[in-house]
């Protein structure tokens, strides 16, 4: 979710210097993650801003974290870029000690840990999607302040306030692969198509046991609905 | 927060200790009418574009301090290494310091690995800083070069985000360079062409953005070449004066002149020959 911030910081806004870029670029987004038998799927949004300029209108969102653990991201461009590096590596260096593919938990654990710990510093929320061998295909989401919960489907970002109602009524457990990403896309197509921080073109991945499969479904190509 | 334990004081980073006192100065420069001085920033054009071969850089040449032009030709290209170079807008010191030392650390890591820097660490390493500094060092930087595996160009911003894209524009005239690229951006153009179009995307920038101005410099990175072009295109030459404006002699009428000589007595001579060697 977005909080609206204030950057003035007591008396640095006197001193002109430091506030050059008095915006900061944000994933104000939409993203959603969902589980099915065997694998994930997840899918964001596009849209990177610096205030009201679209720094990015092609973003790639879902971040790979590990072969079958991808990250979902939405807040602070820069945090959360910064995370996803820090945790890969770790997770990197974790799974090679192991000497097994990591669980999806670790990877949510390690992305916990990071953003309850610099909560007061941080603007991040994630959500954590992937695919292991013990226990399949599964969704954990870390918002803002850093707490961590597994959920079947998961929505973040500006853009989620919007499609909760949809969400909650539209999905059903035991749905299958493609069911899923239609009830994917046509979800962030409805936030982004309300949500003026969203926007761009709909980026979909499914997780499962063979590997990754991405797809961008292009903003013409969209799911049409009646009143848009 | 409360973890900051008391009694042993962090060294390091920024000391912010003299911004209260900057606070008292500039009060009290403002009741004598006097202004302080600001940063001198580049408020500016950049841009780069990725084509068949390469990679092509521009930016405008104007540094401002405040309303005046401090500098009507900077450079704004900074060399990283002999593969990869950078656009660099924001704050003129920070964007100077820290493309240097990164340059510095990759030259380094060059001749740790034996093999020629990849425009992927310069951005990890610049990334990584700006992040640490949490946006006080105020530099937006196109960043691009060609490496083994191609020409790459990723534009990152103060506080440590960074975007790959074929084509980007950071600074103050960065709308109206985009709109040029949005308009005529095609992937692998010919060298002419990106030429053309990053010299019209710099230029939509001089002409439409008060904080961008003077000339338009390029860079143009191919698989072993550099074309440094500095300048490309004088766009806004000096004006020649049409006419002299000198006085005549005898423009000013002289009335009275009093000659009051100054009586000066040689007290000690002494020589010191400068050591030129």
Request: aromatic share 8%; net charge negative.
């Amino acid at each position: 979710m977005f909080i609206s911030q204030n950057f003035e910081m007591d008396s640095f806004s006197q001193n002109p210097e430091f506030t050059i870029h008095s915006f900061f670029t944000f994933l104000d987004t939409t993203i959603m993650a969902v589980e099915f038998e065997g694998g994930v799927v997840i899918g964001a949004d596009s849209r990177t801003t610096t205030g009201a300029y679209i720094a990015n209108r092609v973003t790639d969102k879902l971040t790979p974290i590990h072969e079958r653990i991808f990250c979902c991201r939405s807040g602070s461009a820069a945090d959360t870029q910064a995370i996803a590096d820090a945790v890969t590596y770790q997770l990197g260096f974790h799974s090679i000690e192991l000497d097994e593919a990591p669980l999806v938990q670790t990877a949510a654990s390690l992305f916990r840990e990071m953003c309850y710990r610099y909560r007061e510093e941080l603007m991040a929320g994630i959500i954590v999607a992937g695919w292991d061998p013990r226990r399949g295909g599964q969704v954990y989401t870390v918002p803002v302040g850093g707490m961590m919960t597994r959920q079947p489907v998961s929505v973040g970002g500006s853009g989620s306030s919007y499609i909760y109602g949809y969400v909650d009524s539209n999905y059903r457990a035991g749905m299958s692969k493609e069911e899923c990403l239609k009830f994917t896309a046509e979800a962030l197509t409805l936030a982004m198509e309300r949500d003026g921080s969203s926007g761009g073109v709909v980026r979909l991945a499914v997780i499962s046991e063979q590997g990754v499969e991405r797809q961008v479904i292009l903003g013409n190509q969209l799911p049409k609905f009646s009143t848009v | 927060m409360a973890s900051v334990s008391v009694c042993q004081y962090r060294p390091g980073g920024f000391s912010f200790e003299n911004c209260k006192r900057n606070a008292l100065l500039e009060a009290d420069i403002n009741k004598l009418g006097f202004s302080s001085p600001a940063a001198r920033k580049t408020g500016t054009t950049i841009c780069g574009v990725v084509y068949k071969d390469g990679v092509v850089l521009g930016a405008d040449t104007r540094a401002t301090e405040g309303m005046v032009v401090a500098d009507k030709n900077c450079s704004k290209i900074h060399y990283i290494s002999p593969n990869i170079y950078c656009c660099g807008a924001g704050t003129a010191a920070d964007t100077e310091m820290t493309t240097q030392i990164i340059s510095s650390n990759l030259e380094l890591h060059s001749l740790s690995t034996g093999r020629l820097p990849r425009v992927t660490t310069a951005n990890r390493m610049l990334k990584q800083m700006l992040f640490r500094y949490q946006g006080y060092i105020g530099a937006a930087l196109v960043l691009g070069g060609v490496d083994c595996n191609g020409p790459h160009l990723y534009s990152i911003y103060p506080h440590g985000s960074t975007d790959k894209l074929p084509y980007v524009t950071m600074g103050s005239g960065s709308l109206a360079a985009m709109a040029v690229f949005e308009d005529r951006y095609r992937p692998n153009m010919e060298e002419e062409e990106a030429k053309r179009l990053v010299r019209d995307a710099i230029a939509a920038g001089i002409f439409n953005d008060l904080g961008s101005g003077s000339n338009i410099d390029l860079c143009v990175i191919t698989k072993g070449n550099v074309d440094y072009l500095r300048p490309h295109d004088m766009a806004n030459k000096k004006g020649v004066r049409t006419g002299s404006y000198r006085y005549k002699h005898g423009t000013t009428g002289v009335l009275t002149k009093a000659v009051t000589p100054l009586n000066l007595e040689v007290v000690e001579e002494s020589v010191q020959t400068m050591d030129t060697s």
